[in-house]
């Protein structure tokens, strides 16, 4: 089983950039497809994006294709988004999750068994 702990969250102004990442341990990081998922106030868990065991093939949910980027070290165990541009409306808890049983980096919540604990990311106006 891994274990997945996120950090890098913060307030920044609408315009600024952030990352966050995603350190991994328990089991061989490069093993595992993962994702990043974000949930804002009362609203539910979304898909924001997910890169395989290589890095060689990510997705993006529309909103945030331009403005953020996944990649994964696995020499560190850590997958990262970096955040550009972010807007008011990317305020949420950020979680990164891990799957092991699939080809293709999932894009559903169902998709990953292992989640992290999330980190709040907020953007002022």
């Known amino acids: 089983q891994v274990q997945l702990v996120e950090s890098g969250g913060g307030l920044v102004q609408a315009g600024d950039s952030l990352s966050v990442a995603c350190a991994a341990s328990?089991?061989?990081?490069?093993?595992?497809?993962m994702g990043w998922f974000r949930q804002a106030p009362g609203k539910e868990r979304e898909f924001v994006a997910a890169?395989?065991?290589?890095?060689?093939?990510?997705y993006y949910t529309d909103s945030v294709k331009g403005r953020f980027t996944i990649s994964r070290d696995n020499a560190k165990n850590t997958v990262y988004l970096q955040m550009n541009s972010l807007e008011p409306e990317d305020t949420a808890v950020y979680y990164c999750?891990?799957?092991?049983?699939?080809?293709?980096?999932?894009?559903?919540?169902?998709?990953?068994?292992?989640w992290g604990q999330g980190t709040q990311v907020t953007v002022s106006s």
């Open positions: 328990g089991r061989t990081f490069s093993n595992y497809n």
């Open positions: 999750a891990a799957d092991d049983r699939r080809t293709l980096p999932p894009r559903t919540i169902e998709g990953y068994s292992y």
């Open positions: 890169i395989s065991r290589s890095g060689g093939l990510i």
